[in-house]
């Protein structure tokens, strides 16, 4: 089909802005984009009534498959206790693993795809979803099965990590090695065998892993041909990012405390920042990512909701992009590179993040001119039809 009238933000070099816009999708990819003017002919033309477009949305770092509840440390924290100390009494992260051990998979599932759908309704068309409250092997591996059936049960592309070295579980909390040993040796050779996860993630805080014990993780991973994602310098600027840009990491991400010279080794290693507003916003931290120095070494920003039931239990794309321009500073234009182009890069995703030939068809159609009207509401969901794979899955076309 040749979708015509579209104001398109192709996001090829910001924006990319072309006015007027035709699309040409064929077995569910753009094979061509450009002024309708010049468009190819096609039996099967759609005027789509000067909406705009966007490619389909990334959300490239979530948790969201999980069991329980975390509403009453919210309340804690409220009440002056701190996310490090609710960890180290053994709530936080460990309440989370103790009711998703204990949860059935259709528990989990049905759980799941409610906040699935909350992204989806806002166009997310590729999600990233993490293990790491499972930590034993029965229950990481039942994670990321359930991570990847929720992509068969929505139009929706799953990306799985693996993150076993998320917290070390209190079963091994006086044999630190023991757990690495698992994670390296038992974990990371079956979960590659059967192709459950698409990268290994680790969480190198104070909290959690040492970068001493988050490199040996990465090993594991480079052993059995897993790229590497890494959760860095959220609560403190342990070196971690530095590390992860050893192994040619696809992302860090959180980065709060990361230092000039984390960002100049990320910007040597081509690693993309992925900015986690929702965390910096429910823990009340004070100290902002260096998005000035990330510019200034044109390092790839992404945007990311890191829904999680405990630091971050936001359940909207769209907030997220509004909530790193505000809390921040980065620009509209920044936000929706955040959750297109960059995020795919995030993710080792070639083939999405911008309307172009050759590019999967994932689109998102919106019931406004401007794409900076996608950063700026909060609470406002202007979205009127996404396509996947040249399909339409929601709203009307014409
Ligand atoms: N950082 C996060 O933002 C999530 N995990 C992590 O390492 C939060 C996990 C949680 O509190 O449940
Ligand atoms: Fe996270």
């Not at 005027?47 to 999980?66: F, K």
């Not at 799953?158 to 091994?172: D, K, N, R, W």
């Not at 709060?256 to 009340?284: K, Q």
């Not at 996608?374 to 009127?384: A, D, H, Q, W």
Request: with cysteine; hydrophobic share 45%; net charge neutral.
């Amino acid at each position: 089909m040749l979708l015509t009238n579209l104001n398109a933000a192709t996001m090829r070099n910001g924006y990319g802005l072309v006015a007027d816009a035709a699309i040409l999708i064929e077995h569910g990819k753009i094979t061509w984009m450009g002024p309708r003017g010049v468009a190819p002919h096609h039996h099967h033309s759609i005027n789509c009534g000067g909406r705009l477009v966007t490619p389909g949305l990334i959300d490239c770092h979530t948790h969201l498959v999980y069991g329980g509840n975390r509403a009453n440390e919210f309340e804690m924290r409220l009440d002056g206790v701190s996310y490090t100390d609710i960890a180290k009494a053994g709530g936080g992260i460990f309440s989370t693993v103790r009711a998703t051990r204990a949860q059935s998979d259709a528990e989990l599932v049905s759980a799941s795809l409610k906040r699935l759908d909350s992204l989806l309704a806002e166009g997310v068309t590729t999600v990233e979803i993490k293990s790491g409250y499972g930590l034993d092997v029965r229950n990481e591996i039942k994670m990321l099965r359930i991570a990847r059936e929720l992509g068969k049960l929505r139009p929706v592309d799953v990306v799985t990590s693996y993150l076993g070295a998320h917290a070390l579980p209190q079963e091994f909390q006086h044999d630190r090695d023991a757990y690495l040993d698992l994670v390296c040796n038992e974990a990371i050779p079956t979960i590659a065998a059967q192709k459950l996860a698409d990268a290994v993630d680790a969480f190198c805080e104070k909290i959690a892993f040492t970068v001493t014990e988050t490199a040996r993780v990465f090993e594991a991973a480079k052993a059995h041909g897993l790229p590497v994602k890494l959760h860095a310098e959220q609560l403190s600027n342990l070196g971690g990012a530095k590390m992860a840009a050893g192994f040619n990491a696809l992302s860090v991400d959180h980065i709060e405390y990361l230092d000039r010279e984390g960002v100049e080794a990320i910007a040597r290693s081509g690693t993309v920042a992925v900015l986690l507003p929702g965390a910096f916003y429910y823990l009340r931290e004070k100290q902002a990512p260096p998005v000035a120095e990330l510019r200034r070494h044109n390092v790839p920003v992404a945007v990311s909701t890191d829904l999680n039931p405990g630091s971050s239990p936001i359940h909207s794309l769209l907030a997220a992009m509004n909530m790193a321009c505000m809390l921040f500073g980065l620009r509209p234009e920044e936000a929706l590179a955040g959750v297109t182009a960059n995020a795919a890069r995030a993710l080792g995703l070639g083939d999405r993040g911008v309307i172009a030939p050759g590019m999967k068809a994932d689109l998102v159609l919106w019931d406004t001119a401007r794409p900076g009207d996608l950063s700026y509401p909060l609470g406002f969901n202007p979205l009127s039809a996404v396509i996947r794979n040249g399909t339409l899955v929601k709203g009307k076309l014409a």
